[in-house]
């Protein structure tokens, strides 16, 4: 597999989490360099463990997790979209309450977007393909594609406040719906 075939793949894995963090840059929760680090590290490092994960279980999981993975996904990434919604529509203005940088939330996010992944590693190991190097591009692109998102969201919200909270949430139930989508389409 060459890097550019490589590079290809990383920025469509990357594509979930790049949306996902415009949706929590809107919100201002990804506005601290702290926040941006966690969620640039914890997008990124699941993005590369996911393939590993799917590389190492082979053929063997592969009809177990295939049925319902793209649900998974879809549940994270709602539930945490209609809260982001919820909060935004909350006439008193108070902002989303949990941080997405943190705790569970961050963990129910690194696993939606990186579902995808575990796919990838899957079909890497079927076709006999070494899975150090691409997941290790698979995990520095979507951190930085991350990071990007983040910077851009950020510049939205500031613009058009607690609208991109609930752009965000929307943004975040969309994209689950997308992934159930594109599993459940002949």
């Known amino acids: 597999m060459s890097l550019i075939e490589i590079l290809i793949m990383s920025v469509g894995l990357a594509m ?5 963090c415009l949706g929590i840059g ?17 997008f990124g490092l699941f993005q590369f463990l996911m393939p590993v994960i799917g590389w190492f ?14 649900w998974v996904a879809f549940a994270l990434l709602a539930f945490v979209g209609v809260r982001m919604i919820r909060a935004g529509l909350q006439a008193d203005g108070e902002s989303y309450a ?12 690194s696993i939606a977007v ?4 575990l796919a990838v590693g899957l ?15 698979v995990g520095v692109v979507t951190g930085a594609l991350s990071v990007v998102g983040l910077l851009l969201g ?22 689950g719906l997308r992934i159930v989508v594109s599993h459940t389409a002949f």
């Open 114 to 117: 990186s579902i995808d992944a």
């Open 57 to 70: 279980a082979g053929t063997t999981i592969e009809r177990f997790i295939a049925a319902f993975d793209h």
């Open 26 to 42: 809107a919100t201002g929760m990804g506005a601290s360099p702290r926040a941006r680090f966690r969620l640039a590290f914890h």
């Open 98 to 109: 949990t941080d997405p940088s943190r705790g569970m939330t961050l963990v129910m996010l």
């Open 154 to 175: 950020d510049r939205l919200g500031t613009r058009f406040g607690h609208r991109m909270e609930i752009a965000g949430g929307v943004i975040l139930v969309l994209i």
């Open 123 to 137: 079909s890497l190991a079927m076709v006999h393909i070494s899975i150090w190097y691409p997941g290790v591009i």
């Open 16 to 20: 979930d989490a790049m949306a996902v």
